[in-house]
């Protein structure tokens, strides 16, 4: 495994094979997992696997909970909704605690301002919806808390400190509004300044951005009907510099990283306090994917011993993860009822990256891919404007695409450079 997470990414050159047909484990970022062409995906099809991503190998859990416990921080990303990812974060931690019982908990859920009800909870002081109450549940997160309560359970029948990492979210929203730079040092919950993002993290940021722009313009062009592109027709595609340079943008990396700086240093603060524990982070997935956001902002504070940790989906789904994403990652069956996730939008090509770009190896007849025109053998260069050079650059930006919209993609066949426009039905089965 890669130690540290974030200091310095070394990426090999694999040829990696994704199946662009379903949605990609519902994360806030990219977190998916990797099959290389060797194993053809076998170890994908095995939910309760752990897995580097770095090689496709299998890992043995105990060994790995036993590597794990002697970091410093490991965090555990999750999808907000998905109920699998909470249980799995729950015998992540059992089997963490088996090998280290000094455990110190933080999760992003909770603002600063309700650390005393987190610590008279992990005390036994509290009944549970005394807790719910007091930590202010339904103001700070509004996420149905049934998913969350057996991690808050385990963490006060072991009596471990339990830790807010987050900050008031009219801070981060302020900052959306008005820019870092422009909050008194007084008003920002004792943060400092955040690192600067990567080159990576904006253009992943920037994806975000536009895919919320774009949400707004469909929303406000519905008069059209439903096969109206939403004002994403090639000809009113923004410019991907000028879009990346607006201060729109900047003020929206700015609020990221607010977000993240403060996990960084409740976490540090965290390590501070109790220098021999072991503290594990519960946060989404796209604040840890990579190493782009609270890694990235530990390591900017001196934390380099980090461990990511992410839940991916059994199957497809997990045939895009390439190496760096995270340290290891479980595979887990795809949620069914309450918590399935919605139908994802589906383009229909098998694809590999290249050194040119995202290469089709094939085309699924009837798909969407096959309406527009795309062919195996062509080189995938752009998407919504996007350079695209790994295959979960091409996969992040199908997977936002609403239903009903135009994704404008730039394709080099036979040495020429072509324009297509793919056409996204009005619904996803």
């Not at 536009?210 to 406000?220: H, Y």
């Not at 053998?377 to 239903?403: H, N």
Request: proline share 6%.
């Amino acid at each position: 495994m890669r130690r540290p997470v974030s200091a310095g990414f070394w990426f090999p050159r694999l040829a990696l094979l994704a199946v662009v047909l379903i949605g990609i484990g519902g994360l806030t970022g990219k977190a998916t997992a990797m099959a290389t062409k060797e194993n053809g995906g076998e170890d994908c099809r095995a939910a309760g696997t752990w897995l580097d991503p770095e090689t496709g190998a299998v890992l043995p859990a105990d060994g790995l909970m036993r590597s794990l416990s002697g970091r410093k921080v490991v965090l555990l990303g999750e999808s907000h909704t998905v109920a699998e990812h909470h249980r799995w974060q729950l015998h992540t931690l059992a089997g963490l605690h088996a090998h280290e019982p000094r455990l110190v908990v933080g999760f992003e859920m909770f603002p600063r301002r309700v650390q005393p009800a987190l610590d008279a909870w992990s005390k036994g002081a509290l009944s549970e919806g005394e807790f719910l109450k007091a930590s202010k549940w339904a103001e700070v997160w509004g996420y149905g808390s049934d998913m969350y309560l057996p991690l808050f359970h385990f963490v006060r029948q072991h009596r471990l400190p339990m830790v807010a990492l987050n900050v008031d979210r009219r801070l981060v929203s302020r900052v959306g509004d008005e820019g870092w730079s422009a909050i008194p040092r007084d008003e920002r919950e004792g943060l400092s300044d955040p690192a600067p993002a990567s080159e990576a993290y904006r253009r992943r940021l920037a994806i975000v951005y536009l895919a919320k722009q774009q949400r707004r313009s469909g929303e406000d062009s519905s008069a059209g009907g439903a096969d109206r592109p939403h004002a994403r027709d090639l000809g009113e595609m923004p410019d991907l510099a000028e879009v990346m340079a607006s201060d729109g943008f900047s003020r929206f990396v700015e609020a990221q990283l607010t977000w993240d700086r403060a996990m960084a240093e409740a976490i540090v603060d965290a390590r501070r306090k109790y220098p021999d524990a072991l503290v594990v982070g519960i946060m989404g997935s796209g604040h840890i994917d990579d190493g782009y956001g609270v890694p990235h902002q530990l390591a900017d504070l001196g934390e380099r011993d980090v461990a990511v940790l992410l839940p991916v989906e059994s199957g497809q789904a997990c045939e895009g993860l390439e190496p760096g994403v995270a340290d290891a990652a479980f595979l887990v069956s795809p949620g069914d009822g309450a918590d399935a996730k919605p139908a994802k939008p589906r383009l229909g090509i098998v694809i590999e990256s290249t050194d040119g770009g995202i290469r089709v190896l094939k085309v699924v007849d009837g798909s969407v891919a096959d309406a527009t025109g795309l062919a195996t053998g062509d080189i995938v260069l752009s998407a919504a404007s996007f350079p695209v050079a790994r295959v979960s650059e091409l996969i992040e930006i199908i997977q936002r695409q609403a239903p009903g919209t135009w994704l404008p993609l730039e394709v080099e066949r036979d040495g020429e450079t072509r324009q297509f426009v793919a056409k996204f039905p009005t619904s996803f089965e």
